[in-house]
Every structure is written in C-alpha cells, then in structure tokens.
C-alpha cells in the first residue's frame, strides 16, 4: 500500500507563492494534486505521468502552477505562483490512474490559505 505526506502549505497573500511537496514511500508512475475549496469538490488541479513525460494541468493551474518529481527523493512538487483567495482549501496529492483524474490513493491533506 502507497503512503502519501503531504508538506509545505501554510498562508501567504493574494499574488503570492507557495510550494507544497508530497513525499511517496514507493515510486508511481502517475501521479496529482487536487484541490478541494471550501464547501466545494475536490478537483484535479495537476497530473504527472512517466510515460508522457509531460505535465497536465487543469484550467485552474494552467500558466500559473507547476508540478514536477524528484524520482530519487520519491517527492511530488506543486509549485503555486499568482496565488489568489479562490486558491485557497485543501490539497491532496493522490496516485491516479494514469491519462486520468482518478484517485486510487490520497494523502491527508494540507492547508492553503491565500489573503486578499
């Protein structure tokens, strides 16, 4: 069974950035993070796949996010840049099923919190 730690998020104010980092205890070949606003679904906002090699980015981190691994150090990297309030909530690293949003596997999530 995959275990996922999430680390890395904390508060920071509109326009700002912020890295969250998600450790895994064995390497997958395609991995996300999901972002889940307050009272809202969780979504898919990144997604990494070895076999592509090429990130995938939803519309809400497109140009502004970017996701990147460190095979050796088994982490999965969310780098947040223009961050804005709708940013905000929680965000779970995940093993999806690969040329997919869907989650097989989750971490217990981090908090993100983004000032106006």
């Known amino acids: 069974q995959v275990h996922l730690v999430e680390s890395g998020g904390g508060s920071v104010q509109a326009g700002g950035s912020l890295r969250i980092s998600c450790a895994v205890s064995?390497?997958?070949?395609?991995m996300a993070w999901f972002h889940q606003g307050p009272g809202k679904e969780r979504e898919g906002v990144a997604r990494?796949?070895?076999?592509?090699?090429?990130?995938v980015y939803a519309d809400s981190g497109q140009g502004r996010f970017t996701i990147s691994r460190d095979t050796a150090k088994r982490t999965v990297d969310l780098q947040m840049n223009s961050l804005q309030p709708e940013d905000s909530g929680m965000y779970y690293c995940?093993?999806?099923?690969?040329?997919?949003?869907?989650?097989?596997?989750w971490g217990q999530g981090i908090q993100v919190s983004v000032s106006a």
């Open positions: 995940a093993v999806v099923k690969c040329g997919t949003w869907s989650a097989s596997a």
């Open positions: 064995t390497y997958v070949s395609c």
């Open positions: 990494i796949e070895s076999a592509i090699g090429v990130p």
